[in-house]
C-alpha cells in the first residue's frame, strides 16, 4: 500500500480494523492541484500535483475522562499504516483528559459514494481559460500594460470513517484567480481575483478590461491625507473582514468575556449590531459556493473539536436581520454556554442590500473613496475586534459620481462590527474572491459597502 496504489476508503478501513482505543477516527484526505502562473504577458509555469495525508484521532478512556491523540502524515505506506495508528493510540494514553470530550458521533447515513475512487483535477480544467487568458495577453501588450498572476484548481476528496460506524465523503474543488496589471514603468498597479469551482464561469478578457480601465484612472495622482473618508468598500474587502470577525466568533470566548462579542454576565445575542437590514449567514448546499455537509476536524481548538467530526451541519445564520444570531460552538463549548450548537461552515454569505452595482453606488458617491482590495491584516484589540491593515493596487477618488483619480494608500484601524453598524449601503451580492485570507477561505459572496467615516489612520508608501 503507498499513497497512490491503495483506494482511501481502504485505507480508512485498515486503520480503523489496527485501532485498539476505545475510540477511533480516520480522514483521508485524496488531493490534486492544477496550476498556471504567468508574468509580462507569458506564461511561465504550469503544473499539477498529487498527494494523500491520513490523520488517526484515538481516544482512550480513563478514570479521569477521556483523552486524545492526533497525528498526521503524509504518503503513508503499507509498513507505516500501523505506526501511525499505534503514535496516535500512545499520544492518547500519554494526554490528560481532553477538555473537549464527546461520545463520537454515531446515526450519520453512509455516504452513497464512500468506496468510489477520489475525484481528481487536471491540467485539462483551463482547457477553455489558457487560450482566452493568451488573447488577454496580447491586448495588454497592445495596451501598454502588463499582466501577472496565477490560476489555481484543486480537488480534496475526504474520506471520514469512525470505530461508531459513520463512513462520510466530501469532494471539494476549488479554484482562484488572481490577475495583476501594471503599467511598464511599474509606478501603477491594479488588481483582480475570481473564485471558481471549475473555471468555465471565469472570464479574463473582462477581468484585463477592468484592469485597463484602474489604470486608466490611475493616470492622475492626488496626495490625501490620513483621516476619516466616505470609503466604497468592494466585495472582496468586505470579505476579508467579515472572514476575520466569523474566525473571532467563538461562544465560549463571548461567554468567558474575552470578545467583542462579550457582553457582562452573556453574549450579545440578540443584539441589533446593523442598521441595515444586513444577514450573515453559511449555509453548506449554497449553490456555487458548496462545501462540506459535515464537520471534517482534523485538530481541536477554541471553536472545532476532534469529537464532533461526522456532525452534521446545516444553514446558520450568524447575523440575521441585523441582529447577532448564532456564535461559532462545538458540543462541548455549547454545553459550557448553554447556546445552540453551530459549528463553523466555510463559506460566508452577507446579503440584505439593494440589488445595486459598484457601478451604481461611484454614480451616487459626491466624494469619497473607492478601494481595491485589503492586505496584511493584523488584529489590535480582540475585545473590540479592531483589525488593521493596509489597501493595495489601487485607491481612488470618487467626486460628483466619477472617479477622477488614484490617490495613495493607507492603513486602516477599523473593527468589521463597528463598519457594520456604521454601513450606510449595501449593494448588490456576488461571489467574490477574499485577497487576504485566499489560502484558507476561497467561498464567499458578499456586497460592496458604503461606510460614510472609515479611519484611515494613516498614509502608505505601497503600490
Known amino acids: 500500500m503507498s499513497a497512490r496504489t491503495s483506494k482511501p476508503h481502504e485505507v480508512v478501513e485498515r486503520a480503523l480494523e489496527l485501532s485498539t482505543a476505545d475510540g477511533c477516527v480516520v480522514i483521508a484526505d485524496e488531493y490534486s492541484t492544477a496550476n498556471l502562473r504567468w508574468a509580462g504577458n507569458a506564461l511561465t509555469t504550469n503544473g499539477v500535483t498529487r498527494g494523500r495525508t491520513l490523520t488517526v484521532i484515538a481516544t482512550v478512556d480513563g478514570k479521569e475522562g477521556t483523552s486524545s491523540g492526533v497525528v498526521s502524515r503524509s504518503a503513508v505506506t503499507a509498513d507505516e499504516l500501523e505506526p501511525l495508528v499505534r503514535a496516535a493510540e500512545a499520544a492518547a494514553r500519554g494526554a490528560g483528559p481532553a477538555e473537549d470530550a464527546q461520545p463520537l458521533v454515531t446515526g450519520v447515513a453512509e455516504s452513497p459514494d464512500f468506496t468510489d475512487a477520489p475525484a481528481e483535477t487536471s491540467s485539462g480544467v483551463f482547457a477553455d481559460f489558457a487560450p482566452a487568458l493568451g488573447e488577454s495577453f496580447a491586448r495588454a501588450r497592445e495596451g501598454g500594460r502588463e499582466l501577472y498572476g496565477f490560476a489555481n484548481h484543486e480537488f480534496t476528496s475526504s474520506y471520514l470513517g469512525t470505530s461508531t460506524g459513520l463512513r462520510l465523503r466530501h469532494d471539494q474543488p476549488n479554484g482562484t484567480l488572481e490577475l495583476n496589471a501594471k503599467s511598464p514603468d511599474r509606478t501603477r498597479s491594479a488588481w483582480a481575483g475570481r473564485s471558481t469551482r471549475d473555471f468555465k464561469d471565469v472570464d479574463p478578457a473582462a477581468l484585463d478590461a477592468e484592469l485597463a480601465t484602474r489604470l486608466g484612472w490611475a493616470q492622475r495622482r492626488i496626495e490625501l491625507p490620513a483621516g476619516r473618508y466616505e470609503t466604497l468598500l468592494p466585495p472582496t474587502a468586505v470579505a476579508d473582514l467579515l472572514i476575520y470577525q466569523l474566525w473571532s466568533s467563538s461562544a465560549r470566548d463571548a461567554a468567558e468575556g474575552r470578545t ?3 457582553k457582562p454576565g452573556g453574549t450579545r445575542i440578540g443584539e441589533k449590531l446593523a442598521e441595515l437590514p444586513l444577514t450573515l449567514r453559511s449555509d453548506p448546499n449554497e449553490p456555487g459556493l458548496e462545501c462540506a455537509p459535515f464537520v471534517l476536524a482534523h485538530s481541536s481548538g477554541d471553536d472545532s473539536s ?20 448564532h456564535l461559532t460552538s462545538t458540543r462541548h463549548s455549547a454545553g459550557l454556554t448553554g447556546l445552540p450548537v453551530a459549528p463553523g461552515i466555510s463559506n460566508l454569505v452577507l446579503d440584505g442590500g439593494a440589488d445595486r452595482s459598484l457601478e451604481e453606488m461611484v454614480a451616487e458617491t459626491e466624494r469619497g473613496l473607492l478601494l481595491t482590495c485589503l492586505w496584511y491584516i493584523r488584529e489590535v484589540d480582540p475585545a473590540t475586534l479592531l483589525l488593521t491593515g493596509l489597501t493595495r493596487d489601487g485607491v481612488y477618488l470618487v467626486e460628483n459620481g466619477e472617479v477622477t483619480g488614484e490617490v495613495n494608500n493607507f492603513r486602516f484601524n477599523e473593527s468589521p462590527v463597528d463598519l457594520l453598524g456604521r454601513a450606510t449601503e449595501a449593494g448588490r451580492t456576488e461571489k467574490t474572491l477574499p485577497r487576504e485570507w485566499g489560502d484558507w477561505f476561497t467561498r464567499a459572496a458578499m456586497p460592496a459597502l458604503r461606510i460614510p467615516d472609515f479611519n484611515m489612520s494613516s498614509v502608505s508608501q505601497g503600490v
Open 260 to 262: 467583542v462579542f462579550s
Open 306 to 325: 476532534v469529537f464532533d467530526n461526522g456532525l452534521p451541519l446545516r444553514a446558520t445564520e450568524w447575523i440575521r436581520g441585523g441582529e447577532l444570531a
